[in-house]
């Protein structure tokens, strides 16, 4: 059983709309949620983070966690063709203070000029 | 610039090799991770190190083994390569800052089998 799940897509959004992107997790000890966006050749590269309920805003992206219904959200404003990646969702149980990070497979974004 | 680095980018060796793979950083961070990612695009943690300490250590075949000789260096030493080890195997870093411990990754080398 994954214990990150993600849409692997792909997930086509027309240029200057907003993408969503979803996660869920099974693991309810999980306490620290990430996502990273992996251009293709590239390394995962940390977007947002996310400790508490509720939402998260930085620039064009928008977080969500939701513990209750063990879910995350990504949510990209006014996307921009160089929007278009793998984005990664990855949760984490706080291990004295090491983080071990579980993934989920990634959903592929593309977005439409 | 402040940075995880790795090198070799690319590896390309005969099964049966023994090669191994460094990585460096100098954010000051305590832990240092190592990945693998498979043809699939599954990014999964393989071993992490705090202070030169192993904490983390997934079910990976004994064949890898990893060497931490300070809290910057983290090197991935890998024994009898089979077909099965290509891909892209990622060193990462972190600091607890704010309950939160993000993790920052390097460029990543490509090993491939042949």
């Known amino acids: 059983q994954k214990e990150v799940e993600q849409n692997s897509g792909p997930l086509s959004v027309p240029e200057g709309a907003i993408a969503s992107l979803n996660c869920t997790y099974s693991?309810?000890?999980?306490?620290?949620f990430f996502w990273y966006r992996q251009y293709s050749g590239k390394s995962p590269e940390l977007i947002m983070s996310?400790?508490?309920?509720g939402d998260k805003e930085d620039g064009r992206f928008t977080a969500q966690l939701n513990k209750a219904s063990q879910y995350v959200s990504l949510l990209i404003r006014d996307s921009q063709p160089s929007d278009s990646a793998t984005y990664l969702c990855a949760a984490s149980a706080s291990n004295f203070g090491n983080e071990k990070l579980t993934f989920g497979t990634g959903t592929r974004l593309t977005i439409i000029p | 610039d402040t940075a995880v680095s790795q090198t070799p980018k690319y590896l390309v060796t005969q099964m049966g090799n023994d090669k191994s793979i460094k990585c460096e950083q100098n954010l000051g961070h305590d832990t240092m991770y190592w990945y693998k990612q498979d043809s699939k695009k599954f990014l999964k943690i393989m071993f992490s190190y705090n202070n030169k300490e192993l904490i983390i250590n997934e079910t990976v075949p004994n064949r890898f083994s990893p060497k931490s000789p300070d809290k910057a260096h983290l090197n991935l030493h890998i024994n009898s390569l089979e077909l099965g080890d290509s891909a892209v195997y990622f060193c990462?870093?972190?600091?607890?800052?704010?309950?939160?411990?993000?993790?920052?990754f390097g460029p990543g080398t490509r090993l491939t089998v042949l």
């Open positions: 990462a870093s972190s600091q607890e800052l704010d309950g939160g411990n993000e993790q920052f």
């Open positions: 996310i400790y508490s309920n």
């Open positions: 693991d309810r000890v999980s306490q620290s």
